[in-house]
């Protein structure tokens, strides 16, 4: 055998970056999404999002139709959240023709967007952890979940996703009898299954090995970026459109807003969790406190019979709410006739993705889609 | 609480000499070289810490030959907005300096202002289409963009 030379005659070897496409068809990407990625060996050098398979135009279809017919197209934005997007542009449309909502009503609306807020953060966390590559079992316990809730929204609605519910004024219908002990005794049994998701991942070491310290958003950077939502939180900045602007009645409620201090994936992951707890302390106070009374406003309800027949004055209202993956918001221009001149949307998964490369950067190629994963982005609104 | 509008006014013509602002109603017109420096004071006057900009698109008018840039900014540090400032361009020439370099938030909404509406963002790192492809012709979400009818027979 010849034995090997001194360390010093050794040439180093000559390594060269590498262009990968990850997407658009990937299981990870949630959607038709692609990452034009720049790799270095294992780690990421460059990361540019490429996005629009899914662009309809939905704001000019939106600019070519009347206010209220556009709630069924809202529903197909992020269709994990269809209530939290008719809400949205509810409150838009209700700044804009000042129109009135009801008590009970506005007590539906946030039941009803509580629920998805659950749903959203219950089944994007089974997500996260199918990225993780722990296939199939905690997506079920998710999606178990996310069913039950989405028989509450049939019930209610007639529809499990596009749901199509909330219109100006209250809601379209109100919800059956019964309805609402139904909701009660789920939201009361929520927690022990919290409880039991968390005891499989919450200290789990492989977790903690895969989405500590990875895809860090330092919190002035998410500030600047525009990022929302649980996203935003995570890095550590208290804000939330339901305490900032206090709309719809969620000023009557105690709740908190929860904050990670790292900003990494593990901390957007338990941001949620404890997000859902939240919401259930507000889906908790709502159901005690629902009044009996009319679903709708009589000028909300003649709306939904007579759509064209809302001319609101010339003017401009920017409506937003604290959707479960950021904040939304729908920017109405009107000319006064029954279409709106300008009908913009402002996606929360949109704009989130603005800083995706920045946490990317210097982490594994693998790592890429668990960060995008954490991101929690829904190709429907994204391509809008 | 966030100042009146007014009260904006006088106090950024006060900390920027030489900008000029007109206030109607709640919005705050702004000349498109004054807007970059505005929103640089909007968000570092303690006051108003207008920190992000939440919302940003285009408002087109072909009557008028014009084209609206309408910003919406919020503070998070301070929980209030939105503000609303709007830049009045040339909608033949339509040219505006990007608030990339001040709030990173704007770096894919002004993408797709350019992609749909033909804004160009002088200073932008980035300009390029987002939702359509590239070398798709036009800009759809301008008033006089006609459809394509892809339903209609060939010309034969």
Known sequence: ?384 | MLPAPEELKTTIEQLLPGVTLTVEGAILWVTPANLPAVCRCLKETERFSLDYVADLTAVDYPQDGRMDMVYHLCSMAKRHGPVTLKVKLDRNNATVPSLTPVYRGAEYQERETYDLYGVTFEGHPDLRRILLWEGFKGHPMRKDYVVEDQDAPAPS
């Open chain 1, 1 to 384: 055998m010849t034995p090997l030379g001194p360390a010093a005659s050794v040439k180093p070897v000559d390594t060269e970056l590498m262009e990968v496409n990850l997407g658009p068809q990937h299981p990870s990407t949630h959607g038709v999404f692609r990452m034009q990625t720049v790799l270095d060996g294992e780690t990421v050098v460059k990361l540019k999002p490429v996005m629009g398979y899914l662009h309809r135009n939905h704001e000019q279809i939106g600019e070519g139709i009347s206010y209220i017919a556009s709630f069924p197209f809202t529903d197909r934005l992020d269709y994990f959240c269809s209530m939290s997007n008719n809400l949205g542009l509810a409150l838009a449309i209700e700044k804009l023709g000042a129109i009135q909502v009801t008590e009970r009503a506005e007590y539906l609306r946030v039941i009803m967007a509580e629920l998805t807020r659950v749903l959203n953060h219950t089944a994007v966390t089974g997500f996260l952890l199918n990225d993780m590559g722990a296939f199939g079992t905690p997506l079920l316990y998710a999606f178990r979940e996310r069913e039950k809730i989405l028989d509450f929204f049939e019930a209610a609605s007639g529809s499990r996703m596009m749901c199509n519910y909330i219109r100006p004024g209250g809601v379209r219908v109100d919800v059956p009898a019964g309805w609402l002990d139904r909701v009660r005794e789920f939201v009361e049994g929520y927690p022990r299954f919290l409880d039991e998701f968390e005891t499989l991942l919450t200290n789990n070491e492989i977790i903690r090995q895969r989405t500590q310290g990875v895809g860090v958003l330092p919190k002035d950077l998410a500030v600047n970026a525009s990022a929302t939502g649980p996203v935003l939180r995570a890095s550590g900045q208290a804000y939330d459109i339901r305490k900032a602007d206090g709309y719809s009645i969620y000023p009557r409620f105690n709740f908190k807003v929860p904050v990670g201090s790292v900003g990494d994936v593990y901390d957007r992951y338990y941001v949620r969790i404890l997000e859902i707890r939240e919401s259930l302390k507000i889906l908790q106070q709502a159901l005690k406190e629902i009044p009996e009374g009319p679903s709708a406003s009589p000028k909300g309800a003649a709306l939904v019979k007579a759509p064209r027949t809302f001319r609101p004055p010339k003017g401009e209202a920017y409506g937003r709410v604290e959707a479960p993956k950021g904040e939304l918001g729908f920017y109405l221009v009107s000319d006064g006739t029954p279409q709106p001149y300008r009908y913009h949307i402002r996606s929360p998964s949109f704009i989130n993705l603005t800083v995706l490369e920045d946490m990317c950067l210097g982490q594994k190629v693998a790592d890429v889609i668990v960060i995008l994963g954490s991101v929690d982005i829904v190709m429907g609104e994204v391509d809008r």
